[in-house]
């Protein structure tokens, strides 16, 4: 399977924090900015409540002549004041709640004897600025808030006694949000050390205990020794090492004392069958001692064919790292029975040298005895290596495809009995080959003739 980087736990782990990081400081920057805000919209709307307390007073106190002069003096860029006959604000209600209203009635000392409107409304889209303000203002105030606009408007109303009405417009921008450059510097120095404390410890201490029961794990699947792992990591990733600790042990004992109870009854077999062997030449009759000796002889065969089997279980031999192509050539060489080799690619596989030469002999062999000629070429295929052995036979029934790997399982058909086999073959060799992590497979040729498929990993494709 291809390695992707983003398949890894450490890189979907590393992003996962990156992700959380920017999105808590988004979250950060939006919750300061609308907090921000609500504090500055409160301030300058108590502010003008203020000045608009302020101006009534004066309104009220100063004779008439000197109430232009005093809205003079009380208008600002941003807070503009009007006397008129009727309010702007055309209704009572309150849309901030009142507390405008009871602040300027605090200031005004005022108990509800007058009235009173307020009325806010939000604005946005294209800035529009207050139509009093300067040039230099609109300006400073169009390249503040970057061309938008995002503010509550305030218009009040205060009835002044014997005058009318002092009406009072003013305008609250909702500052512009912004990530200052601190701001960027605290994100990637903070993402910086959590990463650093994640990448370099934690993940250490939790992939590298992985990768290294990923790579026992495989090892132990393709019969090579494996040592206890060393428990580190994590406490799961303790419990999953003790835990293939157990197992790998239970394993080899288990397959140990399998072959070493065979081996006994190999040997403890042997005597009897030589006793017999005896006893059968002493039969006067050529007839019945001809019979008797064959079927000691067969006995005796299938006793050795028997350990065969039991030692390819067992994966004693060192594995080695060799090129197919030049396995594949040896195997030629040495072979009794002959059989064509096409060219292939060089790669290499990891394998136990004498056991895969017994399993492939054992292929080759049925090829070349019931298919009249066997040729072998290999190929790379999805990290494997890929040898195939096909022969001139009538091939085998569909269905019989898988059963001809059973110990023991001899066709009665397309397969003679003459050879002397006992059906082991194709068990030892499907067992050594399951042992090295790769399979073995069947399947008839469309022109005619049996193909057997051996796939083994590439040794690149093994776990580190």
Same mark, same amino acid.
């Given at each position: ?20 990081? *920017? ?15 609500? !504090? ?9 409540? @203020? ?29 503009? $004041? ?29 108990? $509800? ?26 300006? =400073? ?5 970057? @061309? ?20 009072? #417009? ?36 939790? &992939? ?12 132990? @699947? ?20 003790? &835990? ?9 004992? $288990?397959? !140990?004392?399998?072959?070493? =109870? ?35 002889? /067969? ?5 050795? *064919?028997?350990?065969?089997? !039991?030692?390819?279980? &067992?994966?004693?031999? /060192? %594995? ?38 017994? !399993? ?13 000629? *066997? ?7 999805? #990290? ?12 085998? %029934? ?6 001809? $790997? ?16 006992? #059906?082991? @073959?194709?068990?030892? *060799? ?6 090295? +992590? ?10 005619? +003739? ?15």
């Amino acid at each position: 399977m291809t390695k992707w980087p983003f398949n890894t736990l450490r890189v979907q782990l590393v992003l996962l924090v990156v992700v959380a990081l *920017a999105a808590a400081q988004l979250i950060s920057l939006w919750l300061f900015a609308d907090e921000r805000s609500l !504090a500055v919209r409160s301030a300058l709307g108590f502010e003008v409540a @203020g000045r608009a307390a302020n101006v009534a007073r004066l309104i009220e106190e100063a004779p008439p002549e000197l109430h232009a002069s005093v809205l003079r003096a009380s208008n600002s860029p941003l807070v503009r $004041f009007e006397l008129s006959d009727e309010p702007v604000v055309g209704h009572s209600g309150h849309s901030d709640g009142g507390l405008i209203e009871r602040r300027i009635r605090a200031l005004l000392d005022d108990s $509800f004897s007058r009235s009173i409107r307020v009325e806010l409304h939000e604005i946005e889209g294209q800035i529009l600025p207050l139509p009093h303000l300067s040039r230099e203002m609109t300006e =400073m105030h169009v390249n503040m808030m970057h @061309g938008e606009l995002s503010a509550v408007e305030m218009n009040l109303s205060i009835s002044i006694s014997g005058r009318g009405w002092l009406n009072v #417009g003013t305008r609250f921008e909702r500052p512009p949000i912004q990530w200052p450059i601190y701001s960027m510097l605290t994100f990637a120095l903070t993402a910086s050390v959590i990463l650093f404390i994640v990448f370099w410890f934690l993940m250490t201490r939790l &992939t590298g205990p992985l990768r290294r029961l990923v790579s026992a794990a495989d090892q132990l @699947g393709r019969g090579e020794g494996v040592t206890d792992l060393p428990m580190a990591g994590p406490v799961e990733v303790r419990d999953l090492t003790s &835990t293939f600790n157990r197992m790998q042990n239970r394993l080899t004992r $288990f397959v !140990a004392d399998r072959t070493h =109870m065979l081996a006994a009854l190999g040997h403890d077999l042997r005597s009897p069958l030589t006793a017999m062997r005896v006893r059968a030449e002493m039969v006067d009759d050529d007839e019945t001692r001809d019979s008797l000796v064959a079927s000691v002889e /067969e006995m005796q065969s299938m006793v050795e *064919a028997t350990l065969t089997f !039991a030692r390819g279980l &067992t994966g004693s031999e /060192e %594995p080695e790292t060799v090129d197919i192509a030049e396995f594949l050539l040896s195997l030629q060489n040495d072979m009794v029975a002959p059989f064509q080799l096409e060219s292939g690619s060089s790669v290499d596989i990891r394998i136990r040298p004498n056991a895969m030469r017994r !399993a492939l002999r054992n292929v080759i062999e049925n090829a070349v005895r019931y298919g009249r000629v *066997a040729r072998v070429s290999h190929v790379v295929r999805n #990290g494997d290596a890929i040898i195939t052995v096909d022969d001139d036979g009538i091939g085998i %029934p569909a269905h019989e495809h898988e059963r001809v $790997f059973d110990p023991f399982f001899r066709m009665e058909q397309s397969r003679s009995l003459e050879t002397g086999g006992h #059906g082991l @073959g194709l068990s030892i *060799a499907r067992t050594i080959i399951r042992a090295h +992590g790769g399979d073995i497979s069947l399947s008839n040729r469309e022109e005619g +003739g049996l193909r057997a498929t051996i796939a083994i990993p590439l040794a690149d494709n093994l776990p580190n």
